[in-house]
């Protein structure tokens, strides 16, 4: 495989990141015990590992399968992450910014389907009522998917020669860092002073953080029985609502008004349709009684 020199560069950066983790340790830490070093240094990682193999499906695939293979795959890792990669993406090559723009919101889609994962690994319960309305979210997002397909010809679309030209975002990636470390340790303090009282604003702190970060929180208050599994999905619905936020501020922050335009409506599409189907299951349940 040729890559080029910023690339081995890169390439040494992430395994060097990778090599860490054997030696970082793999517990809470710090004031109120917000940070966990490992973990902290696998978000590093993921959103190393994105903006890296973006660059290589570009060159690999052309801009028109690399990018959307980068949306659905990283999505898995973190959408977040891929949002923000897919900013710098478009800010660099202004050419790309609809195809990057498009695999931001397919990121959403893996967003859906590994919350259904892990509530099927740790809340099965849960994920009895929240079947329907991440139905709902996958048909909103590929619903708009499908309409913001770009109109041009694929052979239209830029081809990136320069191997600088789509890099890494170090500026943007310390930002997100320390976004994450700031809201991680006002989240814990929350937890700490309010304890289970604080499970909605606790919802709403995790969700700026993580779209899945709640769930091992919900499903151990269910193991203890100290929480029902209808009283969980209203702290869910809210962290999704609350990740979507997020989402849509960095993908200002990473790629600009155009691409956040369209991305955010995406997001927007996604969370009402969840929405939607919860307020569905709720009136027929209603209706049913």
């Avoid at 659905?72 to 790309?96: D, R």
């Amino acid at each position: 495989m040729n890559f080029p020199i910023t690339s081995k560069r890169q390439l040494a950066v992430l395994c060097a990141i990778v090599l860490s983790l054997w030696w970082l340790p793999d517990q809470l830490m710090g004031p109120y015990n917000a940070w966990n070093p490992h973990a902290l240094m696998e978000f590093v990682l993921t959103l190393f590992a994105i903006s890296f193999v973006s660059q290589w499906g570009i060159r690999q695939f052309g801009a028109q399968h690399g990018l959307l293979i980068m949306g659905l795959m990283g999505g898995f890792a973190s959408s977040t992450a891929t949002i923000h990669s897919m900013g710098s993406v478009a800010k660099a090559e202004p050419g790309l910014a609809a195809r990057a723009a498009l695999s931001g919101v397919l990121s959403n889609v893996s967003t859906l389907i590994q919350l259904i994962i892990l509530l099927n690994l740790l809340a099965p319960d849960l994920l009895t009522l929240m079947a329907i309305p991440i139905g709902f979210g996958l048909i909103g997002v590929l619903t708009y998917a499908a309409l913001m397909m770009p109109t041009q010809a694929l052979d239209s679309l830029p081809i990136v020669s320069n191997s600088n030209s789509v890099g890494i975002d170090w500026k943007g990636m310390a930002i997100l860092i320390f976004l994450v470390c700031t809201l991680s340790l006002v989240s814990a303090s929350l937890n700490s002073v309010y304890g289970q009282s604080g499970l909605w604003l606790g919802s709403v702190l995790s969700g700026l953080i993580d779209a899945h970060a709640l769930v091992p929180s919900l499903a151990s208050l269910m193991d203890q029985d100290k929480l029902s599994p209808p009283n969980a999905v209203l702290p869910l619905l809210i962290s999704l609502t609350a990740n979507s936020l997020t989402k849509t501020v960095l993908a200002l922050q990473s790629g600009g008004w155009v691409y956040a335009k369209q991305v955010s409506a995406g997001i927007l599409m996604t969370t009402g349709f969840v929405w939607l189907g919860y307020w569905t299951c709720s009136a027929s349940n209603f209706f049913a009684g």
